[in-house]
């Protein structure tokens, strides 16, 4: 069922390719048990040490490195890798027992068998969401600072059939900006991605007839511009002139940005607006006890929610074949979703921090992480 001593020279490899890293671990206890997961607390003197890699959701990339800032202050003695590679290839990775925790911005599929694929590694699964996020519809449109947009104009946007920024879709929701007549050139994901992914959702659930694609972490339109990674779909937009995409919030910048119509009003996006809809969602059923997964209410019509929003999760295994590992692996999640941990994302990355409440529940997974 699982076989991580045989899966070391693809963790080892998985470190040398790690774009980001840092140095982490332990907490109040030697033994990890009440660890830093719960408060964020410190220790005089950590007793961890060894090294622990993790690839996956290129939106977690900031909050990544301030969790490992701040781990490291705890724990020098362990060092914490992770690629920012992507949903797809953070996935891919370690359902294959390539690495011993990942990031997603998509939940492990049963469809596609990744959550099956997972199991056969850990036999238990643990996905509990970490970081929690509006996904921003950007733009770079001299003269223009932000837009209100219904779903259904944004699904024509970049299904391509709305081409032109003074469109009168474009211009009924913002009578008063001026806009120009110029082309519109939308900027997609190149790479399998988790944000992908999450926006397909919210177009498809909000905008059915503008959108008659399926819900897919691969950009399903032809002839945009493609981009590879959060970074790269920014760097494309800010690059060009009459460019539109969907970035995770935190690396927005200074592009214009989307309020985008819930009910009767266009909300604009926040780490509160984002927060407001995981706490109208379900959580899904028929997955393990520790495997929070949740489907989320993208046609929420709540007040100040913001439903183009992503929830990215962190993945490990309930059992590892080795004690250091399972403890390394604790400590480290355990830090992620702490008081502490949940602060350092938002002031690095524009997060929205975890409630005590769903910290809480998810504490009880991190806890059950074992060696056995």
Known sequence: MRNWRAKSAAIAAVSALALVTACSSDNEDDNGSGGSGGDGGTSEESSLSGT??????????????????????LHPDVTVNYDPSGSGAGREQFTAGGTAFGGTDAYLSEEEGELAAAQEICGEVIEIPVYVSPIAVIFNVEGVDSLNLSPQTIAGIFNQEITNWNDEAIAADNPDAELPDLAITPVNRSDDSGTTENF?????VTA???????????????????????????????????????????????????????GEEFVPYSPEAAAAVLEVSERVEGRGEYDFAYDLARDTTEGGAYPIVLVSYAMACATYDDENTAELVREYLGY???AE????????AGSAPLSDALRTEFQAAVDAISAG
Not at 200 to 204: A, K, Q
Not at 341 to 348: C, L, N, P, R, Y
């Open 341 to 348: 941990g949940q602060e350092a994302a938002a002031g690095a």
């Open 336 to 338: 992620m979703i702490s």
């Open 200 to 204: 397909t959702e919210y177009l498809s």
């Open 52 to 73: 622990i890699s993790g690839a996956g959701a290129s939106s977690q990339e900031a909050a990544q490195a301030a969790w490992q800032a701040g781990f490291n202050e």
């Open 208 to 262: 059915p007839d503008a959108w008659p694609h399926e819900v897919s972490d691969v950009w399903p339109v032809s002839g945009g511009e493609a981009a590879q990674g959060t970074s790269g779909v920014v760097q494309a937009v800010t690059g060009g002139e009459g460019t539109i995409g969907y970035a995770d919030a935190s690396q927005a910048g200074d592009l214009g940005t989307v309020a985008v119509g819930v």
